[in-house]
Nanobody
Framework: QVQLVESGGGLVQAGGSLRLSCAAA????????MGWFRQSPGKEREFVAG????????TYADSVKGRFTISRDNAKKTVNLQMNSLKPEDTAVYYC????????????????WGQGTQVTVSS
């Protein structure tokens, strides 16, 4: 079992930056691939970024590639999402996801979810 708690959301102007963090509780954190997803009102939850258990592989949605960076610290059991050059269309609730045994962009592959943190980008 893994518990996930996100932090770092907020309000930022377009072009600005935010750093999201996800703290995990559980003994097998490094065994699992982790990811960030987001959901806007009226839209389905979408994949943002993923990172392998070792941290050696990452993958990004095309919409954030080059602007967002995912990282993890297995010793501290944290996963971070550095978001730069933010756009109004990045506005959403961002969710940390974990527990995936397959490196995937599919939400159904992840067994554990945080409560979400709101990111709002003003134009």
């Amino acid at each position: 079992q893994v518990q996930l708690v996100e932090s770092g959301g907020g309000l930022v102007q377009a072009g600005g930056s935010l750093r999201l963090s996800c703290a995990a509780a559980g003994r097998t954190f490094s065994n699992y691939h982790m990811g960030w997803f987001r959901q806007s009102p009226g839209k389905e939850r979408e994949f943002v970024a993923g990172i392998s258990g070792s941290g050696g592989s990452t993958t990004y949605a095309d919409s954030v590639k080059g602007r967002f960076t995912i990282s993890r610290d297995n010793a501290k059991k944290t996963v971070n999402l550095q978001m730069n050059s933010l756009k109004p269309e990045d506005t959403a609730v961002y969710y940390c996801a974990g527990g995936a045994t397959i490196f995937s962009q599919i939400a159904g592959r992840y067994n554990y979810w945080g409560q979400g943190t709101q990111v709002t980008v003003s134009s």
